[in-house]
């Protein structure tokens, strides 16, 4: 199936290089939301039950991108900092217990850790400038307290990947929990629990997945679902939720028992379809497509003279391309490209270009050419 910029509706003055931060509905998203809003107008939730088989469908589409057993080993959480929380203080700590992670991580990834100091949890990050081997150095920071590692796949910043199989082995051996906030790599590139033994996994759809902010995948490894002490109570994450009358209660046994209240129904149906994108094209065919615009990218900011930021090497690398303009600071560049709607950010010491699968070359070069005449300057 030959999918692209025709699933999308983006006005043709923008160069979107920014699904790292916030990516753009497919249509068929935006469709989708506005059926259900005209729905919801005209019909109220008569259709209740169409909407759960939505979000059944959302959280099947989730447990295949993650290879997850089953769509009932998936929760629907806030956002990625959210499912980081309920993991963080759902576990049981103890004082001397050590977290290691990155120094240069996403906020969310690191203040969550941080914060467990108040139960005298130490989180041990390790520098990447100057690491020539994260995973090697990431488990050499590691003691016999160790209880977690917990780094994001894909480094928000400069789009460093880690080699997931390689932490989690090293995990699964010396019995400690692994721990991965996936948002910049779902929904750009293959994920497979069982080849990167991983415990946790955690991440919004609003960035490679092509969904709205404020739904995200929280994926807790089934045999540890029951350790995790829940901090959130209502009637949604009941066992027999449907029941009110009854009095006696129990938290689910699936992982519906991290959801606590009534579900974002209207974000589930957007996300739903923006999956429906990705799945119908195929996880491995975006991920080739992607590759191929990076490469792109990376051959017009070596062509040019720019200075690469983000790896070089193709295994390492992600949908995140990072760059530094010699001579003018990067503060400078990024609001000038965004006033020619070159829609990036400015990251890691540079301007980071996030192309997706469907991006169009054209619109990597022009963006490439917007650069250049503002180097010139
Ligand atoms: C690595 C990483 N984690 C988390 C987030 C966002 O967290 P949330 O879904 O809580 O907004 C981002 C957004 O940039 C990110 O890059």
């Not at 009110?244 to 589930?268: H, I, K, M, T, Y």
């Not at 799945?279 to 690469?308: C, M």
Request: net charge negative; aromatic share 8%.
């Amino acid at each position: 199936m030959s999918l692209g910029p025709d699933e999308f509706d983006l006005d043709p003055t923008l160069c979107h290089l920014n699904h790292a931060a916030v990516g753009p509905w497919p249509r068929r998203a935006a469709e989708a939301v506005s059926r259900f809003s005209e729905e919801n107008s005209r019909l109220g939730s008569l259709h209740y039950p169409r909407w759960l088989a939505t979000e059944h469908r959302l959280r099947e589409r989730l447990a295949r991108l993650v290879g997850a057993d089953s769509a009932t080993d998936i929760a629907l959480a806030k956002n990625t900092s959210e499912a980081l929380s309920i993991i963080a203080y759902g576990l049981t700590w103890q004082p001397g217990d050590e977290i290691v992670g990155i120094a240069q991580e996403f906020p969310s990834n690191r203040v969550v850790w941080e914060s467990l100091a108040t139960r005298g949890v130490a989180w041990k990050a390790l520098d990447l400038d100057g690491s020539a081997d994260p995973e090697t150095d990431l488990f050499a920071l590691c003691t016999p307290r160790t209880r977690m590692i917990a780094v994001s796949w894909v480094q928000y910043a400069r789009g460093l990947r880690l080699d997931l199989a390689r932490i989690g082995a090293f995990c699964r051996a010396n019995g400690i929990l692994f721990c991965v906030d996936a948002i910049q790599g779902l929904g750009a590139l293959p994920f497979d629990l069982s080849r990167a033994d991983v415990d946790f996994v955690v991440a919004d759809g609003h960035k490679w997945m092509l969904g709205p902010e404020g739904l995200a995948l929280l994926y807790v490894r089934p045999s540890l679902r029951h350790t995790l002490v829940l901090h959130q109570f209502g009637w949604h994450m009941l066992e027999h939720s449907g029941n009110f009358d009854r009095r006696d209660w129990e938290p689910a046994e699936d992982a519906r028992r991290f959801e606590c209240g009534s579900p974002n129904l209207l974000g589930v149906h957007a996300l739903e379809a923006s999956l429906a994108v990705i799945e119908e094209v195929g996880i491995e065919q975006v991920w080739r497509e992607l590759q191929l615009r990076t490469a792109h990218l990376i051959e017009g900011i070596d062509r040019h003279g720019l200075e690469l930021l983000s790896p070089r090497s193709t295994e390492r690398r992600a949908g995140i391309v990072t760059f530094r303009v010699p001579g003018r600071p990067a503060a400078e560049i990024y609001p000038e490209l965004m006033q020619r709607r070159v829609l990036c950010a400015q990251r890691g010491g540079g301007i980071r270009f996030s192309p997706h699968f469907y991006t169009p070359f054209e619109v990597i070069d022009r963006a490439l050419g917007e650069v250049l005449s503002l180097a010139a300057h």
